[in-house]
């Protein structure tokens, strides 16, 4: 199976929220974060609970937990890629319906223009 192409959300103002996001994390759980991004690259589709899920509308969530802690990131596929677009954020039990609508928007404008959103590390 190829391996998945993993890019992050860009604003329009050049920001990448999930890099702000990671910066703000202890060492350990942004080590883990990016451990889950590297399982998405590896196994695209089939990656399965618990590390990832679909939640609606296209938008799936890569799932970490530390220290009774629960990180998300949330992102969809476009074709081959998998464009990551929350900033993250720590739940309890349910994703907030705010934070799915704000990463469906995300994917709205992405889907417009995906260079212009496109930021790769």
């Known amino acids: 199976m190829p391996r998945t192409k993993v890019v992050l959300y860009r604003e329009d103002d050049g920001t990448v929220p999930i890099l702000e996001w990671l910066d703000g994390l202890p060492p350990k759980v942004v080590t883990k974060c990016r451990v889950r991004i590297e399982r998405l690259r590896e196994l695209g589709h089939e990656l399965r609970r618990p590390e990832a899920d679909l939640l609606r509308d296209g938008?799936?969530?890569?799932?970490?937990?530390?220290?009774?802690?629960?990180?998300?990131m949330l992102y969809f596929f476009h074709g081959t890629v998998?464009?990551?677009?929350?900033?993250?954020?720590?739940?309890?039990?349910?994703?907030?319906?705010?934070?799915?609508?704000?990463?469906?928007?995300?994917?709205?404008?992405?889907?417009?223009?995906?260079?212009?959103?496109?930021?790769?590390?």
């Open 82 to 121: 998998a464009a990551i677009l929350s900033q993250g954020f720590v739940k309890e039990r349910v994703v907030p319906p705010v934070e799915i609508d704000r990463a469906v928007e995300r994917k709205r404008r992405f889907l417009i223009n995906p260079k212009k959103h496109t930021y790769e590390e």
């Open 59 to 72: 938008i799936h969530e890569l799932r970490i937990g530390f220290q009774g802690q629960n990180y998300r």
